[in-house]
Every structure is written in C-alpha cells, then in structure tokens.
C-alpha cells in the first residue's frame, strides 16, 4: 500500500476519534452540569401544622441546581425554634413561608394573623353539623335567644362566613373527611366579632350554619320568631283588618247632653 495514503488514513481516523472524543466530552460534561445539586435542610419526617421544630426533626435534602428554591435554608441553626404553619412532607425542603414569624408562639397561635383573636365555642354532634365541621370551614352562627323578658323565643344569625380554626384538638381536617364528634369548636374572628360571640352564647343557645368554602356573600339577616314557622302572623293580621272594617261599617253613636235634654246622632 502507498506510505502516503495509510498516513493520510491514520490522520483522518485521528480526527474523526478526536471530534468524536470532544462530542462526547461536551454531552458528559452537561449532563453532569444538569445532575448538580445544592444542599438545603428539609424535613426528617413529616411535619404538622403547628409544631415546633428541632435538631432531630430536620435533615440535609440534596436540591437539583437546575430548580432553584426560593425561601429555603442552607443551615440548620436558621430553622430551631421555628413553628410550621403548613404541613411539610417527610424529606421535602423547608421554606420561610411554611414558617411561622420568630417569636410568634407555638401551636395555635402561630394560625392566628395579626389583627384577629382566636375563640371557641362548645359544640355538640347537632351544632357541630353532625361531625363535618372541619378546621378550615367556614359557617355562619346563629343564636337563639329565650329568656323571661323575651317570652317568644327569635333566632338571628350574628355572624357570617366564620373560618373554623379548630375542631376539638384538631388544627387540620381527617384526611379522609370522616366526620368527627367534637365538644369545642375554635373561631377565627375580629375583636368585635368576638365580643358579639361572647355576648350571643351568654344570651342563648348557639348553632353553627355550614356554607360553602368559596361563598363569602353576607345576607340581611333578620330575625326569625315562632308565629313565622306556621304562619300564625299572617292570621292575625288577618283577622285585625277583618275587625276593622267591621268597626268602619258600625254607625258611631254620639250622645249630646244639655241640661235636661238628650240627643244622640249616628255617624256612618
């Protein structure tokens, strides 16, 4: 074989390796790129709403750096002492929003923003709508008020679209929205709202509405008596507009008296 083409065959098979060679390179290099990780601390086991975090309750979760995070901790020392207002998964990264403020307290009271007061109620299956009264609900209440200034009992609603903190001891709902018999039910309201819950459970009996999660409207509540339920009212306004056209039709006696004298006139 001629010297000149064997060299010119090694040289062109010295290329075509070496391109292959860079090709290859590159593609190993950016996948290794895309498989990078960064390091931020998640949950060593699964966290519920309202618990407060420790050394052992944490753990370092390998994080693609391909899918940043944004609100996460790289150090453990960042999250000790905090209180979780979200439940986090076993092995998921912990963020700053599934977080309650520091210093903000523990357990309930880190659901409570700011501006709102926490009050609770007690419930039995009845009022508690037959167990299907969830934390994170919403209903409105109703007070019955009889007494013995107030013969004639009346129901008014009070307030309307109320969040359910709380069911019993619950903070979050069955998972599988089993119905739940619970003696106290916790309300999230404003500091008026919550003097009017107090004032109406110290007048009569309380009762819980349950609506809709995503019906926020407000009705004009007006209240209900016993005579509204079988139509007693409209029988007695009845019979008065009967009565007095019965009287309007009675002639009207006038008797005039003057000195020995009597004289009566009739006026239709």
Do not use: C
């Not at 000149?4 to 860079?22: E, K, Q």
């Not at 109320?162 to 069911?167: G, I, K, S």
């Amino acid at each position: 074989m001629n010297r000149g083409r064997l060299v010119l065959a090694l040289t062109i098979a010295l290329l075509t390796s070496g391109t292959a060679t860079y090709y290859i390179s590159r593609r190993v290099t950016s996948r290794s790129a895309g498989d990078a990780t960064t390091r931020y601390i998640g949950a060593a086991k699964t966290l519920q709403s309202g618990e407060v975090l420790k050394p052992e309750s944490l753990m370092i979760v390998d994080w693609p750096v391909s899918i940043p995070l944004k609100g996460a901790f790289t150090k453990m020392e960042e999250l000790s002492g905090r209180s979780v207002i979200y439940p986090v998964a076993a092995g998921q990264p912990i963020l700053v929003s599934q977080l309650a403020a520091a210093g903000s307290g523990i357990g309930l009271t880190v659901k409570i923003p700011e501006g709102k007061r926490a009050v609770s109620v007690r419930s039995d299956e009845v009022v508690g709508v037959a167990g299907f009264l969830f934390p994170g609900s919403h209903v409105d209440v109703l007070v019955t008020l009889h007494s013995d200034k107030m013969p004639v009992p009346s129901t008014q609603i009070v307030l309307q679209d109320v969040e359910v903190l709380t069911a019993g001891q619950n903070i979050e709902p069955d998972p599988q929205g089993k119905p739940q018999t619970v003696n106290v039910v916790t309300l999230l309201l404003s500091p008026e709202d919550s003097q009017k819950l107090v004032l109406a459970s110290s007048q009569g009996s309380i009762e819980f509405v349950l609506r809709n999660g995503a019906d926020h409207g407000h009705v004009n509540a007006v209240p209900i008596q016993v005579a509204s339920l079988s139509g007693q009212q409209l029988v007695r306004r009845t019979t008065s507009t009967a009565g007095n056209s019965k009287s309007k039709s009675s002639p009207y006696v006038i008797e005039l008296i003057m000195g020995d004298k009597r004289v009566k006139n009739s006026l239709e």
